[in-house]
């Protein structure tokens, strides 16, 4: 095969005997030329006889006109903008490639024989593959949406709201696009799992014990469902800000996976609003015309898990609707972790001459057991072991969006949304009480000196920890001591005690933005320039109260219906709090020259966050908080040779405290980890400063049947006065305070290759963070801990600049394929393996850390016909046994004596044990 030669010289690389050549002046074409086709291909097939004849267009494609919307392509198949199209006229010139093999089945139409459609789904090529020579696989649609143009990876949204979109090649920063049909194709169970398969800089932490509520972990920064996390990535759906109003939390859990239609992650851009100090995540969910048809898919597997699935998709017009609705049900491996989901997304759009406009409803009902962290020597009695419970969350969410676009002219687009979001939680968490008889306490050598005059009998029971050398009288709601006789107790010697915390939050919140994208030329180069304004505000009233029970066996709290009120660190909390946010942002984006994008803008942020105490009796929680500040970012990218650039760029970001935060940053009455309310000291907004540089390119071979997308990036974020989350004295509870400058930084490394049959991918990253202040941490449960020199704690640790944060991995890899053996039968396999991390708690970085891991799935999928797919996939294939997340706790005060009699701690190190080999098989049916 001969060799192309470009502008640039001969780039060339050899890969599979065959040469693979930069992607060259196709990106560069002005707005009207015609761009060659890219094709792409089907596995040949052996002895495959040739097409039959081209049949007459399909009945069932829409009437072709100037406002009337193609049929979605099919989300892997990628095709060139034609000349003079409206795709190529409003969107900067891309390269569309073939980013995966697998795809669905496309509409017939005249350029090929083909069967009824399927809707968008991983399936095999077409049942009739083309023979050799490799031909293209399917006609070229009249031109790809800006839907299918995003889905592909081809280009991305530069700010929440449709509209931004430019290429990813004058993007400068990291960009990885997710398509809907890789968070749907057999391999995971949930689009946290996708994610971190796909894109490099992304690990799951799994602090809640429950793969439906994995956290994410991105370069460091975090975005999860449990408060007491620093969230510190911006989560958008549709344009709509789903991070939670209390704790800026994000409830993976709750979106339909079938009715996502891509997700970007996108690093440092302040477009993007609060939280967006580590990056950003933009969700896209399906409408009628992307996809048309119906699927059914029922899945069964490992752990009782069942689970159906429908979308549905029709056009009608300028009219169309979608409906996805999922049912989940699954009994957990590990005690007392059932989990039960139910998750539903409706779409009604409208379409026609330059008006878009669609109605969103997104309903959630969804109950875990989210067992968290279990000591390491209970685990090793036996892995589905569960310290303390219950642990259940229960999640209702109801959210109804207004989203819509004019094309005023050939470069304005003004787009807008609006919405209504209804949020519920319940959460009851048993944890064990550091509660004992009163004599016992009295006559504990340590509180010698201290004052009993409070203790009215010394049978009743007190708290083991003193408040001003006090010690301290439980009393229920109504003011009465508690003594052994409520809990049908001869003496609280004969119990092992614990508390289960409940915790209720109600929000309810709204809000709308504008949007204006210009595509105007400015002094005759290329521009894009957008403007936009966001207002969001919500109410939400939050309740806790704990209730005194006994620990019994496999460490069961039961509860006794009394509600404790003394000490203040069990006191019922009433808040209501209300946030009003404000954003104001622009953007643009200049062609220097052909090669040379300069992109410069900003946002600024005001947020008012006001507290108010509905007990009587902490006043300090009454509080009215206020933040702002103006965030830049400006970059660059360059086109070193055709296919290659060269990017970079900074910005900056801040996070203002939540609610959840600010009412909980008071030493002196510590909050449990899902956060009670008390009087505290304010917290400074936290402010990120990101630097980024790179590289990425997109090649070919000549014939163009080979695809090599690859980058290479440098990043560094640092956060000054970030806020953290420390244990107190008091078990199960702590505070957040500002730990003054942490460290983000280090490389990814990422690439993709399709050709032919196979298509492949492998990542690495490496993050350092580490903390750059000089601290004391309170961390009583630390083994090689030390007195408290500036906090009011019983044990502290000495926190050093350059010491790591803990739970965050330095080297994250990931490899995969997916290979079609015939037309029909697809294998895949994927690898994940991270490096260790230290435990929370271990800030010092004194104790060893917990172990890395290396995860092995694989999958496969056959097409029994052109309506009927089986499927079914392996989790951790090798059965590994290791932890996603690591903690300690207290050993010296864990009731030994629950396991057995004489069983005591003497490990205080804790972790949430990863799945075990899970096996799933389904089937998906489509018409």
């Not at 590990?334 to 379409?351: H, I, M, V």
């Not at 301290?472 to 003496?491: C, K, R, T």
């Not at 504008?514 to 939050?542: C, E, M, P, T």
């Amino acid at each position: 095969m001969k060799t192309k030669t470009t502008r640039a010289g001969a780039l060339i690389i050899g890969l599979c005997g065959t040469t693979l050549l930069p992607v060259s002046a196709f990106a560069q074409q002005p707005p009207g030329t015609a761009v060659p086709p890219a094709p792409t291909v089907t596995p040949p097939a052996v002895n495959a006889p040739a097409p039959p004849p081209a049949p007459a267009a399909s009945s069932t494609q829409p009437p072709s006109s100037t406002t009337a919307p193609t049929p979605a392509a099919p989300a892997t198949t990628a095709q060139p903008v034609p000349a003079g199209s409206s795709a190529a006229q409003e969107l900067p010139p891309v390269v569309v490639q073939q980013q995966e093999v697998s795809k669905p089945k496309p509409k017939p139409v005249a350029a090929r024989t083909a069967p009824k459609p399927k809707p968008q789904q991983q399936a095999a090529p077409a049942a009739e593959p083309a023979p050799a020579p490799v031909e293209p696989t399917g006609p070229i649609s009249p031109e790809l949406t800006t839907d299918q143009l995003r889905t592909q990876g081809e280009i991305v949204r530069i700010s929440p709201i449709g509209g931004s979109e430019i290429a990813v090649g004058k993007v400068p920063g990291s960009v990885s696009t997710v398509s809907g049909a890789q968070i749907t194709k057999p391999g995971s169970t949930e689009p946290q799992d996708v994610l971190q398969k796909q894109v490099p800089g992304i690990v799951l932490n799994d602090a809640a014990g429950s793969d439906m509520r994995a956290q994410i972990d991105y370069r460091g920064f975090g975005s999860g469902s449990l408060n007491g996390f620093p969230q510190g990535l911006a989560v958008y759906q549709n344009g709509v800000r789903i991070n939670e109003v209390f704790g800026d939390t994000v409830n993976w859990d709750i979106l339909p996976k079938h009715a996502i239609a891509d997700m970007t992650v996108l690093s440092g851009n302040p477009i993007f609003g609060l939280n967006a100090i580590g990056g950003a995540i933009s969700v896209v969910m399906k409408d009628g015309f992307q996809f048309q048809g119906v699927e059914i898919d029922t899945m069964f597997g490992s752990f009782g898990r069942k689970q159906a699935g429908i979308q549905i998709g029709q056009q009608s017009g300028p009219f169309a609707l979608y409906f996805a609705g999922e049912a989940i049900q699954e009994d957990g491996w590990r005690d007392f972790s059932p989990a039960e989901t139910r998750r539903a997304y409706l779409d009604l759009g409208f379409k026609r001459s330059g008006v878009e406009a669609h109605f969103n409803l997104t309903m959630a009902d969804s109950e875990v057991g989210a067992i968290a962290a279990t000591p390491v020597e209970l685990l090793a009695i036996e892995r589905s072991r569960t310290y303390t419970s219950p642990q259940t969350t229960d999640l209702e969410v109801f959210m109804p969006s207004f989203n819509a676009s004019v094309k005023v002219s050939e470069t304005l687009t003004v787009s807008g949304l609006a919405y209504y979001r209804r949020f519920k939680s319940r959460v009851v968490d048993g944890n064990v009480a550091e509660l004992e008889k009163c004599e016992e306490v009295i006559n504990d050598p340590d509180n010698a000196g201290a004052d009993a005059s409070g203790v009215t009998d010394p049978n009743n029971l007190c708290s083991g920890e003193l408040e001003n050398n006090q010690i301290q009288q439980v009393e229920d709601a109504f003011g009465n001591p508690i003594g052994p006789g409520q809990l049908g107790l001869a003496d609280f010697n004969d119990a092992t005690l614990g508390v289960i915390d409940h915790i209720r939050t109600d929000s309810e919140s709204f809000g709308f933005a504008l949007q204006g994208a210009d595509k105007r030329k400015l002094f005759g180069h290329n521009n894009h320039f957008i403007i936009g304004a966001s207002y969001d505000q919500g109410n939400v009233n939050y309740q806790t109260k704990s209730e005194l029970g006994v620990i019994g066996n496999r460490f069961v709290v039961t509860g006794s219906g009394i509600v404790l009120a003394e000490p203040d660190d069990f006191a019922p909390r009433n808040v209501d709090v209300d946030t009003k946010y404000l954003g104001l942002y622009f953007l643009n984006a200049f062609d220097v020259t052909d090669r040379l994008t300069v992109t410069a803008g900003g946002r600024f942020n005001y947020a008012k966050i006001d507290l108010v105490d509905l007990t009587g009796e902490f006043d300090g929680i009454t509080s009215q908080h206020s933040f702002q500040r103006f965030n830049p970012t400006v970059g660059a990218t360059y086109e070193l040779v055709p296919g290659i650039t060269l990017y970079g760029g900074y910005s900056e970001a801040n996070r203002a405290p939540t609610p959840a935060e600010l009412a909980c940053a008071n030493p002196d009455n510590p909050c449990p980890i899902e956060s009670f309310l008390t009087d505290d000291p304010p917290l400074e907004q936290v402010v990120s400063k990101t630097y980024e540089l790179g590289l990425r390119g997109q090649m070919k071979s000549a014939s163009g049947d080979q695809r090599l997308n690859w980058g290479l990036g440098l990043f560094q974020t640092t956060n000054e006065d970030d806020i953290l989350f420390v244990a107190s004295s008091t078990t199960g509870r702590g505070f957040f305070f500002n730990a003054g400058e942490t460290l983000r930084r280090g490389l990814e490394a990422s690439l993709k290759y399709s050709w032919g049959p196979l298509s492949a991918y492998a990542s690495y990253s490496y993050v350092k963070a580490t903390y750059e202040t000089a601290n004391e941490f309170s961390s009583p449960a630390h083994p090689l801990g030390d007195t408290c020199v500036f906090q009011d704690e019983d044990t502290c640790i000495q926190v050093r600049p350059g010491d790591n944060i803990p739970g965050i991995p330095n080297h994250r890899f990931k490899t995969g394929f997916d290979y079609f053996v015939t037309p029909k039968w697809k294998v895949g396999a994927d690898l994940i393996a991270t490096s260790g991390q230290y435990f929370f708690g271990d800030d010092a970085n004194l104790l060893p850390k917990l172990g890395g891991y290396t995860r092995v799935d694989v999958s496969t999928s056959y097409d029994f016909n052109k309506n009927v797919q089986f499927y079914a996939y392996a989790n951790n294939i090798f059965d590994r046994k290791y932890g996603l997340f690591g903690t300690l706790f207290d050993a010296d005060e864990a009731p030994g004596e629950v396991v057995a009699p004489g069983f005591t701690f003497t490990d205080p190190r804790s972790i949430v044990p990863a799945t075990p080999i899970a096996i799933y098989g389904g089937v998906k049916v489509t018409f």
